[in-house]
């Protein structure tokens, strides 16, 4: 049976006890144990693509999400004559609630408390969520719409130490208090990416075929790949896949936009049955970002016509898109250098305070944070939703009683091979326990077709 790290046990000191190696060594292990957590990797946010016109109470995004924290941040654009928004959850009593609305600004980035609501929600609950807006000669667009987890439950200040003090129990206790403070502040909820319906592009224009929003992280390069097939009439003639950034500054329409890679794909390439093709976009690559600032990739299609000649005929297959980040394995600046403890060793100051070094790190976020925010998606029952495998279950809301299809690569590098699960017959959410399947294996990268929203979890979901 595969096995995953765990937040180890860390005992509680009490007055007169002799420190042991073995209850030091768990801070370090706690420590090691979050690090790997913040270099997860994860999915981007599937956003509209360019602008969706508005009417009278117009749907511009929909899905679900866990109620993890009482903080929900969005990213929305306008343009036009006049428009209103407002973001709804449909609570326990089975109304749609208003908990934040807004007016006539062309770009909201910004975060609103659901604490007043705390009476019609219940923390650790998945809800449906959508963003209405009406509005005369008006379009929109969603970037990206989540939850925020709650600040981590008990974090206190980090002590610190100092060489010939005596040091109580009290206070080598806050770093037991907030390792476990910032391992229940993670959420306990994996991040997948929503994918698209598959496209057929005859056109010698660009298409936009895929547009994943995602929060800037320090160090991070981001995994791009799809698969397609297709016929071109002339062995000079390519098609292109371009992946653009865009940045969150507007030019008309459109996004300051900045090429990041571009594959040309020949008459032999797209010939045959579909084929993946991937790239990593190094950090290097993304120029000067921001930090928590929230960016766009698309995906983009191209026929290239050579000669002046037509296209009739020409056309390119594509599906099933995917994004995720990749953070660099080692830790970034700030973090601390963390020994083994042995029995007999001089529990010196320094020692202890690189402890606390280690838990400001990861309380203050940046490039080794381990809240990540967890996206409102909703994947259709007949578009795949691809997941990386790094948590044990798989909580999927599906009809009861439906079939789930598990899609992973096969040996040409596509999606080819599968398996089925079968939704439990009472209640919307299934819990599947992944470590039953050998395919996938933790790290890999899976897609789940037939639920309307999945993620994976720390645990089953009991509703």
Same mark, same amino acid.
């Given at each position: 049976?595969?096995?995953?790290?765990?937040?180890?046990?860390?005992?509680?000191?009490?007055?007169?006890?002799?420190?042991?190696?073995?209850?030091?060594?768990?801070?370090?292990?706690?420590?090691?144990?979050?690090?790997? &957590?913040?270099?997860?990797?994860?999915?981007?946010?599937?956003?509209?693509?360019?602008?969706?016109?508005?009417?009278?109470?117009?749907?511009?995004?929909?899905?679900?999400?866990?109620? @993890?924290?009482?903080?929900?941040?969005?990213?929305?654009?306008?343009?036009?004559?006049?428009?209103?928004?407002?973001?709804?959850?449909?609570?326990?009593?089975?109304?749609?609630?208003?908990? +934040?609305?807004?007016?006539? &600004?062309?770009?909201?980035?910004?975060?609103?408390?659901?604490?007043?609501?705390?009476?019609?929600?219940?923390?650790?609950?998945?809800?449906?969520?959508?963003?209405?807006?009406?509005?005369?000669?008006?379009?929109?667009?969603?970037?990206?719409?989540? @939850?925020?987890?709650?600040?981590?439950?008990?974090?206190?200040? +980090?002590?610190?130490?100092?060489?010939?003090?005596?040091?109580?129990?009290?206070?080598?206790?806050?770093?037991?208090?907030?390792?476990?403070?910032?391992?229940? !502040?993670?959420?306990?909820?994996?991040?997948?990416?929503?994918?698209?319906?598959?496209?057929?592009?005859?056109?010698?224009?660009?298409? $936009?075929?895929?547009?994943?929003?995602?929060?800037? &992280?320090?160090?991070?390069?981001?995994?791009?790949?799809?698969? $397609?097939?297709?016929?071109?009439?002339?062995?000079?003639? +390519?098609?292109?896949?371009?992946?653009?950034?865009?940045?969150?500054?507007?030019?008309?329409?459109? !996004?300051?936009?900045?090429? %990041?890679?571009?594959?040309?794909?020949?008459?032999?390439?797209?010939?045959?049955?579909?084929?993946?093709?991937?790239?990593?976009?190094?950090?290097?690559?993304?120029?000067?970002?921001?930090?928590?600032?929230?960016?766009?990739?698309?995906?983009? %299609?191209?026929?290239?016509?050579?000669?002046?000649?037509?296209?009739?005929?020409?056309?390119?297959?594509?599906?099933?898109?995917?994004?995720?980040?990749?953070?660099?394995?080692?830790?970034?600046?700030?973090?601390?250098? %963390?020994?083994?403890?042995?029995?007999?060793?001089?529990?010196?100051?320094?020692?202890?305070?690189?402890?606390?070094?280690?838990?400001?790190?990861?309380?203050?976020?940046?490039?080794?944070?381990?809240?990540?925010?967890?996206?409102? @998606?909703?994947?259709?029952?007949?578009?795949?939703?691809?997941?990386?495998?790094?948590?044990? !279950?798989?909580?999927?809301?599906?009809?009861?009683?439906?079939?789930?299809?598990?899609?992973?690569?096969?040996?040409?590098?596509?999606?080819?091979?599968?398996?089925?699960?079968?939704?439990?017959?009472?209640?919307?959410?299934?819990?599947?326990?992944?470590?039953?399947?050998?395919?996938?294996?933790?790290?890999?990268?899976?897609?789940?077709?037939?639920?309307?929203?999945?993620?994976?979890?720390?645990?089953?979901?009991?509703?």
């Amino acid at each position: 049976m595969q096995m995953l790290p765990s937040f180890p046990a860390i005992p509680e000191v009490v007055t007169g006890q002799v420190l042991s190696a073995t209850t030091l060594n768990t801070y370090h292990e706690g420590l090691r144990y979050l690090l790997g &957590v913040s270099k997860e990797r994860r999915g981007v946010q599937k956003g509209t693509t360019l602008w969706t016109t508005l009417g009278t109470g117009t749907t511009l995004y929909s899905g679900y999400a866990p109620l @993890i924290g009482w903080t929900v941040t969005y990213d929305l654009w306008f343009k036009g004559g006049s428009w209103s928004w407002s973001i709804q959850v449909y609570d326990n009593s089975g109304t749609w609630r208003t908990v +934040v609305s807004g007016s006539g &600004v062309e770009h909201v980035s910004a975060s609103s408390s659901l604490t007043p609501y705390s009476a019609y929600l219940t923390e650790g609950k998945v809800y449906s969520w959508r963003v209405l807006a009406s509005g005369t000669s008006a379009a929109a667009s969603v970037w990206h719409l989540s @939850i925020v987890p709650s600040s981590a439950p008990g974090w206190t200040a +980090v002590p610190t130490f100092t060489d010939d003090t005596v040091s109580s129990a009290t206070e080598i206790n806050k770093l037991r208090t907030d390792l476990n403070a910032l391992n229940g !502040w993670q959420g306990g909820y994996g991040i997948p990416t929503e994918s698209a319906n598959a496209i057929v592009w005859a056109d010698k224009n660009w298409r $936009t075929f895929y547009r994943g929003s995602f929060e800037w &992280v320090p160090g991070m390069s981001m995994y791009c790949s799809l698969e $397609t097939k297709g016929y071109i009439s002339r062995s000079d003639q +390519v098609i292109d896949w371009q992946v653009n950034l865009n940045r969150p500054v507007r030019d008309g329409d459109y !996004w300051q936009s900045e090429n %990041l890679y571009t594959r040309q794909f020949t008459k032999t390439d797209l010939a045959g049955d579909y084929k993946r093709y991937e790239t990593v976009i190094p950090s290097s690559a993304f120029g000067t970002m921001t930090p928590g600032t929230i960016y766009s990739i698309v995906f983009i %299609l191209f026929i290239e016509i050579a000669g002046g000649h037509d296209q009739d005929g020409d056309s390119i297959w594509a599906r099933r898109p995917i994004m995720h980040r990749i953070m660099p394995a080692t830790p970034r600046s700030g973090w601390p250098s %963390l020994g083994q403890w042995n029995e007999g060793h001089w529990i010196s100051a320094s020692r202890l305070n690189a402890i606390g070094t280690g838990l400001t790190n990861l309380y203050v976020g940046g490039a080794n944070a381990i809240r990540p925010r967890v996206p409102i @998606i909703a994947t259709g029952t007949s578009v795949p939703v691809m997941h990386i495998h790094q948590r044990p !279950w798989l909580v999927v809301r599906a009809n009861p009683g439906s079939e789930l299809k598990v899609w992973y690569a096969g040996k040409v590098g596509s999606y080819t091979e599968s398996f089925t699960v079968k939704a439990q017959e009472e209640g919307v959410y299934t819990s599947i326990y992944l470590d039953q399947f050998r395919p996938l294996t933790y790290g890999s990268r899976y897609l789940l077709e037939g639920g309307t929203w999945s993620s994976e979890a720390d645990e089953a979901y009991t509703g």
